[in-house]
């Protein structure tokens, strides 16, 4: 059975949650390989409607090994919080599996957020204030703490006598606020490390023996292409990367496994916290995508940005990321609106560009080239066949897999599994 990475193509949000877990019953693991609890999934099945932060959405189905990656920070307060939010809801999470390689989220690390977006006043990057980006650079300047270490009292407390002195002197001396305490954190990191110590285990091993059983294992990403630090709208961009090749970094698995790789994309676009987005709309049909589609983060509860189909994007996102097949997820949200527009290229500066700048000052200045197309005006909810889409939903599907660059498999048109509408087999 194939390895297959599924990756959110747009700015995150597209629906991953509802795509891993329709997935993942025919898959035997399921690997979350980046980001942190700053990524939320949203999932509704016959079990109830989820919002997952850390665990991966392939939970739900009993044959399934869920992985929570060595590419993930984890904060454990957040982790046993779902854990216990599950085990309520009558969910097994047993088989859940956390790499010793993945890094903590630690207090300081939220703090220091909160702190630095604070300081950039008008000039925030919108992040959730989780840490996520203070405990990725500690990962790379070797100051992490890796969850492994919550099993080894005596290394660790070595080990967070180092890293609290140098992070106090952050709090103190740049950003006048009061000392953490060794000991009060090292309590707490015990208590997490007794009560996370069945999850925690060597992930190499268990992937390189599902392959060899042939079992089919899904690389679940998070947050979505445009915000990868090195190819998204950068510096308001995420701290690890989303891409399909993320996937092999976050999980361990060699880029030659994977068989395949799926795009996620919305019938639009949104987009939560500050940076470029051309296609948004402040207007009424922006505010009329939001309510329909109750558009507000999984995580934050933020309003998103909404606004049309961004063709040039979705191109630049399927070349990234070697898209062998595209999901497209709620079209029902575009089922009223008698005109749709899909952006075709740029406008920057009096010049016509196909391309996404790399200067975020540049890509701010861009304007939207447009393709009109018309709605179709009548309910697409109760539909399970490609054949019975109204033909104006066909092609707008069909134009938005011209961008995409390779065949779409599925959409959907609304957030249960049921809701989906198959095109072309993945296999």
Known sequence: MPVVAIVGAQWGDEGKGKVVDMLSEK???????????NAGHTVIN?????????????????GVIPVIGNGVVVNPAKLIEEIDALNKCGIDTSRLVISDRAHIVMPYHIIIDELEEKSRAGKALGTTKRGIGPAFTDK???QGIRIGELLDKEGLKERLGMVIETKNDILTKIYGVEPLSLQDIYKQC??????LAPYIKETITLLRDAQKRNDMIILEGA??????PDFGTYPYATSSSPLSGGGCLGSGISPTSIDRVLGVYKAYCTRVGSGPMPTELNDEIGEAIRVKAHEFG???????????FDGVAARFSSQLNGFTGGIITRIDVLDELPQLKICTAYELDGKIIDYIPASVSEYDRCKP????LDGWQTSTDHIRKYQDLPIQARKYIKRMEDFMGCPVNFACIGPTREQTIPLNPIF
Not at 46 to 62: A, C, D, Q, R
Not at 190 to 195: F, K, P, S, V
Not at 223 to 228: C, I, R, S, V, Y
């Open 223 to 228: 947050q979505g292409a445009l915000l990868d």
């Open 27 to 37: 898959a035997q693991v399921v690997v979350r390989f980046s980001g942190g609890d």
């Open 46 to 62: 016959p079990s109830g409607e989820f919002k997952l932060h850390l665990v991966p959405s392939g939970i739900f189905y009993p």
């Open 369 to 372: 080239v447009y393709e009109e």
């Open 140 to 142: 790379i300047a070797r």
């Open 190 to 195: 015990c208590e997490y490390g007794d009560r």
């Open 298 to 308: 999984t995580t934050t509860g933020r309003p998103r940005r909404c606004g049309w």
